[in-house]
């Protein structure tokens, strides 16, 4: 059997092999990897913009069930309502009722436990007249006691998605622990995955909002 080098001229030759579709999702996957890698640095959201987000305002928002992926039951249920409820309090948008999305939900027989396909998204953006939609998933939660101290864990991923056409406009990654708040002896401390929470989804909103998601309201 003819053995093949890793040439410059040989990787070439793959690479072109590779179909389009097949190369943007490497590209993809490898700035997440980067994304995680950074954020398990610092501790702050990472932001990836994949699109152009719309120039008019956003006033109409659709935040979809979060998929659970996490040994923790129901995390994907808890960050999902904190979330909604975080977005809703700042006073910037005017956001489906999760009663409205889980009866479409129901009647496009979508699985909580996975998330809907790009068609999906197109319908769910039509019946609940929404102009973004946010998917996302709970990869990590915990609480982990440590000399009697809670010490909760959390990391999600999140996607803004346009509906028409369907694409992926921005990704974050944040992972974060309730230690990181820690200012002197216990004080500032997150000891729950509630407070921790929604400590990270205020701080992914202000990374939206620093980085130029319209806002309707403001």
Not at 8 to 19: A, E, F, G, H
Not at 28 to 38: G, K, M, R
Not at 113 to 134: G, H, S, W, Y
Not at 172 to 178: A, F, I, L, P, V
């Amino acid at each position: 059997m003819e053995r093949r080098f890793l040439t410059p001229r040989y990787m070439t030759d793959i690479v072109k092999q590779l179909s389009k579709k097949w190369l943007k999702r490497l590209i993809i996957s490898a700035l997440l990897i980067l994304a995680v890698t950074s954020c398990a640095m610092n501790g702050s959201p990472r932001l990836i913009k994949l699109g152009v987000m719309p120039k008019e305002k956003v006033c109409r928002l659709a935040v979809l069930p979060f998929v659970n992926e996490t040994d923790f039951e129901l995390g994907g249920l808890i960050f999902y309502r904190i979330f909604m409820s975080e977005l809703v309090s700042s006073g910037k948008y005017v956001v489906s009722q999760e009663g409205d999305i889980r009866k479409i939900y129901g009647q496009l027989k979508i699985s909580h436990k996975e998330a809907p396909t790009f068609e999906q998204v197109r319908i769910l953006a039509d019946r609940l007249n929404a102009q973004l939609l946010i998917t996302g998933k709970v990869v990590d939660m915990a609480e982990t006691v440590i000399e009697q101290e809670s010490r909760p864990s959390l990391s999600v991923d999140l996607q803004i998605i346009q509906a028409d056409p369907a694409r992926i406009l921005w990704t974050t990654h944040h992972r974060s622990e309730g230690e990181r708040y820690r200012k002197v002896m216990h004080y500032g401390m997150e000891n729950t995955i509630t407070g921790l929470a929604k400590r990270v989804s205020s701080e992914i909103m202000e990374l939206w909002f620093s980085e130029g998601f319209n806002r309707c309201m403001d």
